[in-house]
């Protein structure tokens, strides 16, 4: 049920995570001073930590996202930990901290624009109405993940500190030739090898069994053959029914609608333009200068020694600096700025070009109004209905006569099972919530108002429960035969095989061993691992010719049944073939190396600082009991 965790905290991609925090806002490694259980931090890495309390907070969110992903299927704290998820989540956390701690010691930090610019691109921080960065939308995102605004920026700067050590770290990165030659020299080597097949007439076919035979199989099989549990439950809806007409809005609403969100509507004014920094004000005057005096940006640049910063077709609100911003804004075509004081220094700013903004119209807009319109009026009637059962309900209605009051609709769906599956195998297609609350109530319960989210809520009531059972014998004898029969004749198939082979590596031939069961010796020189020699000779035989050294005996299964043979020779392939085939393969080596390099790097930042955890303090915090010691002897 962890397999997701297990996979991020094994990648050297896992330490990229700067998409994901953008899109959750998991930032783990926040130093609190709030203490909590275990009367210390969780873990530490020289002057960080992480506390008890925000250690939960981002278990928590782990374990969210497992559900998530297990579609809504919950993992408790208990089953988690059970499966080793414990020492994996604080041994990434200790080197994720301890990484930050070194970096920060060490002086590798993320330049204050740089996290600016990352924080103003991200779209949950912009106002939905107005379409531009809002610092409130901005802090109540944050707020509503237990984060400040502080705690953010600072897992964002350890993030671009991470990422951009990897990049210094890879980058000039090769792998030594002589591994590429070593793979090159094992992919084009090639075998000369002899052998036979051992047939399912050879060995014989099992007869039709019996009923005591296929009930021993079912019971031998019972994990695989018991049919789950299954739920059927009626889904009470309280939205609009599909095909309702809606409402249509009053000229008075689309023209208030429409005055309200004018501005957003509208496309804003947008600049293309370049900036020039440097740190003393008086070399931002002369660069202002020789800008104006028609000397090229390229040049002026050069000349100063300053990287040029170009902006495309950006609107005022989207430029992280305000002084710079506001400058930009304020000049006409072509113009050069004096210099402005900003984030980066003292800097000039040279126009090029200006799109005027689009005032949006109403006829142009009034589709989009009259949905928007529509949609907010089909809330407000989902969420009266919804009022109206939860006071029903507390007057004590029954569940039908509630939702006849209310106006809601009844939905029936397909019996599933606690893994969310139709019987058919297929996924039922509902609400995340649905499948738990299903699960958790009696036959012919019903659940309490259950809101999903984006003005959609619904009841779940539990019509009725098949429970696990094994199928009869009478429902699943035609395939449940074949299954028998197929079982038997693999094990009459591997058993002659098995004896063929042995008198094989004992000191009769393949020849003389073939001759005994009527079977032809097939003799290859030369075979290659490329597609040409599998579709000659299969698969199976490929990998059993490949698989043993020269002279050594092989039996595995193979397309034909069983193939035994005997490898004769290893063949070297030509220096001029492996030359070129080992520098194919050695972008893809330093790949690899690059990725098994990332949690060594991360290891050993963390053992400098001396980064630790305490499981019993995170077992404390989660609620756990303290894990009990082996009894000793």
Known sequence: MISSLRKHTKSWLFVLILGLIAISFVVVGNTDFLGGPGGGPVVKAGSREITAQRFVTDWNRIRDRITQ???????????????????????????EEGFAAWAWKAGLRAGEGLVIDAIRELPAFFNQITGQFDEETYASALAQQNFTPQD????LRDQFA????????????????????????????SRDARWFFVTQAMAGTAGQPTDEQLNAFIQENADQLRRPEF?????????DA?????????????????EFRRDALSQPETRSFTTLSVADQAAAGRIAQALRAGQAVSQVAEANNVEPVTYADRAQASVSDTAVAAAAFGLQANGVSDPVRGNAGWTVIRLQSITPGQDATLDAVRGEIIAELQEEAA????????EAYEAARNSGAEVDAAVQQAGGRVVNLPPFTAEGQLPDGQPLNGPEQLVSTAYSLPEGGASDVIDAGQGQYFVVRLVGIEPAALPQLADVREPLTAQWIARENQRRLSATADRLAARARGDESIEAVAASVNAPVVVRTGIRQDQAAVEADGQGVIRAVFGQGRGQVFSAPAEQGFVIGR????????????????????PQLTQQLAQDMGPAALNGAAGLVKARAWPERARAALGLPAETAPATK
């Open 162 to 189: 991470l990422q951009h050590f990897g990049s210094a770290v890879t980058g000039a990165l090769r792998a030594p030739r002589v591994y590429s030659a070593v793979l090159a020299n094992h992919a084009l080597q």
């Open 231 to 239: 739920r059927a439950v009626s889904l009470i809806l309280f939205n």
């Open 379 to 386: 809330r407000g009637r989902t969420y009266e209905r919804v």
């Open 242 to 258: 599909p095909g309702a007409a809606a409402p249509a809005p009053t000229e008075a609403e689309i023209q208030e609608r429409y």
């Open 152 to 155: 953010f920026e600072r897992g």
């Open 567 to 586: 490898v004769d020779a290893v063949n070297a392939p030509a220096a001029a073939e492996t030359g070129p085939a080992a520098a194919r393969v050695l």
């Open 69 to 95: 992903e297990q579609g809504g299927q919950p993992i408790t704290n208990e089953e988690m930990v059970a499966q080793g998820a414990l020492p994996q989540v604080l041994d990434q956390m200790v080197r």
